[in-house]
């Protein structure tokens, strides 16, 4: 592919490799230490749980999330048939944003869940399928779909997000129009199949800490990076 092509398709000069990834996972790694992801409140059923944070917390903060998934446990509606039953489930979610429109999306990813036979059965779909059924629910995209794939069932999936874009523009491995599949796509790629779900996991988790603690949107603190050395933005800006 020609620097030309690489641009107008979203990439930068050069593709990243595989090893560059890794010495930017660890880099990372080694500035915010294990990121612990996915942060559960009830033990009882972790990967339920994550289901419904995926959702809750499209556009919202986390610690909203929290107190929404708290009165959902309070309420004894932590399960997809009691999330069905409930007859307010949007009082229920109220402090996670807008919560009717996300009540709707809960039961349509609750109702999908136990049509397909729950966990055992939704275990058993290819990461392909399982991702394209999530995509087509009420409300989930490519993001959401993703999370869940790699934190409810350890499916090797790189997400995309605003962070990673922003990141990785900076850092001179993206250009042009923020194409979510397509910048998903060229670090699968490049990683190959031997990369496990907990590596993503964490790359997705520092990524995000990485975002929130330097990278910031405005006026990111380049000289306290850890990527500093390798990034193109700290190298056009100069020295700090
Ligand atoms: S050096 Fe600056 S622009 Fe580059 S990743 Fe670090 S904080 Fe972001």
Redesign the pocket.
Known sequence: MSSQENKSSGLAGARPTAAAIVDFHDRLAAAYGPQHWWPIQDPANPRFEILIGAVLTQHTAWTNVEIAIAALREAGSLTPEAMLAHDDLPALIRRAGPHRIKAERLRSLCRWFVERGGFAAIETLDTVTLCRELRSLHGIGPETADVIALYAFDRPRFVADAYAFR?LE??GWWQGARRYERLRETIEAALGDDASAGFYDELHALIVA?AKQ??HKRA???GR????AT?E??RAAGPA
């Open positions: 990141i900076r850092y990485h330097r990278c990111p603190d380049c990076c850890a990527l500093a990034c933005y700290a």
